[in-house]
């Protein structure tokens, strides 16, 4: 492992442990940053660790008026015991830094590609009231454009995209796809899965530019002679989903995911037609009709739960929806506020609801029924959005392990390498890592006229990356920072650092928040999370 064995960055020269302490109601606890370790311990332990460098006559002079000389004698030893015995409680930190070389990023942009997404409208049939492009922010188009892709910029965008993509050679799709050196473990996360590429179609709405989306599709199947290991996608409203558009969807087996709120009061409320029109009934029938000719295409159904409305209604409504087939995934999010560095924190004010869900969901997982009580999709739904607080502490060792076994510098935040797992066309060719940053002109990285611009790639990604490398090595969670992507780490001008600051401390805080709910619960049920060792992963 890359360490450094001092506190890099630390204008004090005392050495300490790298750790982090909280506490329940009931207990105090160490979370060990190398170890993985979380440590219950006494109150003398917890409160001597951060100077457990010091010598023990120091530490009992500095403690002296609050316990007594054995008292921190014994903390003292038993924290040295375990720092002899176990590795426990050490000063290591990682050295943080650009994990990337010009070459590798060459290597991945030229063969590596894995999915293509092209904005082939801006315009929108839609005016929901979440949407960011209905809301008026500097340096952003702040309502639906009246663009359309030209058939020229699709093509040489596709032509580009199959000829870096990697995917086997036309009638040869069990070949795998070509590497020119080993991969190292980083490029591997970035591979394409079992040699499978992506075309996808968004807007917009982008059943609005049929048309193209049918020409593009007709001419990838015969540039690649049919290939089975590309696949097309699309995110639609579902207004349009029917007649021809749904045949010709259902023939070319794309995957189509659609967007629906739930009921027709939650629905209805905030996506109205741009005419102020309700639009649920029309993509029900729509969505039951496609789902009885193609029930393997539907794959995804995404769901936005806006300021002020009770998610537990969306989560009701898709539990009981007995006309959507099982293997189709619900996703339920909280809508963000329309601008950036803005973290979805479980209990905010907006959704008072929320916190009813956890407390309920947390019953269940306390008395080991989480499985038994919510019934079918409702179960799904409910684990799928607050598991997420708890498996990653509860996968820890995983994460760990991979911190201590890194031999170059360490990237915590696992930012993407924009282009390659995927990458937007605009209406006008221009190049961008995703819809998220596709109207913010500081994030283009290439266009269908002068193709990726890998340096401008390298520059965003180390910039990112270097803006907080101090801060990154000292801080307790970098095993859990969740901070990679760029669009939540700029304002209005662009990237910023102190917006990737304030978001570093929104993460801090919610892993806080997790650890001390973890611990809580392990205390009344230490076998609450067992489920969670089913799928192999060391905990």
């Given at each position: 492992?890359?360490?450094?064995e ?14 982090h ?75 943080v830094?650009?994990t ?14 894995g ?6 409208t ?28 030209p058939?020229?910029?699709?093509r040489?965008a ?7 993509c990697?995917?086997s050679?036309p ?24 040699g ?15 048309p ?36 010709f969807?259902?023939a ?24 102020g ?11 039951r ?8 295409q ?18 009701r409504?898709?539990a ?13 999010s ?6 950036p ?8 004010e ?46 820890r ?18 930012a993407c ?11 006008t ?8 940053v ?10 269908t ?10 520059n ?19 095993a ?14 662009g ?12 993460t801090r ?22 489920y969670?060792?089913?799928?192999g992963?060391?905990?």
């Amino acid at each position: 492992m890359a360490i450094q064995e001092k506190n890099r960055g630390n204008s004090s020269s005392i050495l300490k442990p790298f750790i982090h302490k909280f506490e329940t109601d009931n207990s105090k606890y160490i979370f060990d940053v190398n170890t993985g370790d979380i440590l219950r311990v006494d109150e003398v332990v917890w409160e001597i660790i951060e100077d457990s460098y010091l010598s023990e006559t120091e530490v009992i002079a500095k403690y002296a008026p609050h316990f007594t000389p054995c008292q921190i004698t014994k903390a003292y030893q038993e924290i040295s015991n375990m720092r002899a015995e176990n590795e426990s409680f050490l000063n290591d930190h990682p050295v943080v830094g650009m994990t990337y070389t010009r070459e590798q990023i060459h290597h991945l942009h030229t063969s590596q590609r894995g999915q293509l997404c092209l904005e082939v409208t801006e315009k929108c049939n839609f005016a929901c009231t979440y949407c960011e492009r209905n809301v008026p922010i500097a340096g952003v188009v702040p309502v639906h454009g009246t663009k359309d892709m030209p058939w020229e910029i699709a093509r040489a965008a596709i032509d580009d995209f199959l000829t870096h993509c990697g995917i086997s050679e036309p009638g040869n799709e069990d070949d795998e796809p070509s590497q020119a050196y080993e991969l190292s473990a980083a490029e591997k996360n970035m591979h394409i899965v079992d040699g499978i590429v992506h075309i996808s179609f968004y807007g917009g709405e982008p059943l609005l530019n049929f048309p193209l989306i049918k020409k593009c599709c007709e001419y990838v199947r015969e540039k690649t002679n049919g290939n089975k290991k590309l696949i097309f996608g699309i995110t639609t409203n579902g207004y349009l989903l029917e007649g021809d558009i749904a045949e010709f969807m259902g023939a070319q087996k794309f995957s189509v995911t659609v967007s629906l709120d739930g009921p027709v009061s939650l629905h209805d409320q905030n996506r109205k037609t741009t005419q102020g029109a309700p639009t649920h009934h029309v993509v029900i029938e729509n969505l039951r009709a496609f789902i009885r000719k193609y029930p393997a295409q539907l794959t995804s159904i995404s769901a936005v739960v806006a300021p002020g409305t009770d998610p537990r209604e969306a989560h009701r409504y898709f539990a009981s929806a007995a006309w959507l087939p099982p293997m189709v995934g619900v996703r339920i999010s909280l809508a963000a506020p329309p601008y950036p560095g803005y973290f979805e924190i479980p209990g905010v004010e907006e959704f008072p609801g929320n916190r009813a869900m956890f407390e309920d969901f947390k019953d269940r997982l306390i008395r080991g029924r989480v499985h038994l009580d919510i019934p079918g999709r409702e179960s799904e739904l409910i684990r799928k959005k607050f598991s997420g607080m708890f498996t990653p502490l509860h996968k820890r060792r995983g994460r760990i392990a991979v911190l201590r076994q890194m031999s170059k510098p360490y990237n915590p935040s696992g930012a993407c390498v924009m282009g390659v797992g995927r990458a937007i066309v605009s209406v006008t060719g221009a190049y961008f890592p995703c819809e998220k940053v596709s109207k913010s002109k500081m994030y283009q990285i290439g266009s269908t006229a002068t193709g990726m611009d890998e340096e401008r790639v390298y520059n965003l990604l180390r910039e990112f990356i270097e803006c907080t490398r101090l801060e990154c090595e000292q801080c307790w969670c970098l095993a859990f920072c969740s901070i990679g992507c760029h669009a939540t780490v700029y304002d209005l001008d662009g990237f910023s650092v102190d917006t990737k600051r304030r978001a570093c401390e929104e993460t801090r805080d919610s892993l806080r928040r997790s650890l001390v709910e973890y611990c809580s619960i392990l205390e009344q049920n230490p076998r609450t999370f067992d489920y969670l060792n089913s799928r192999g992963v060391p905990v």
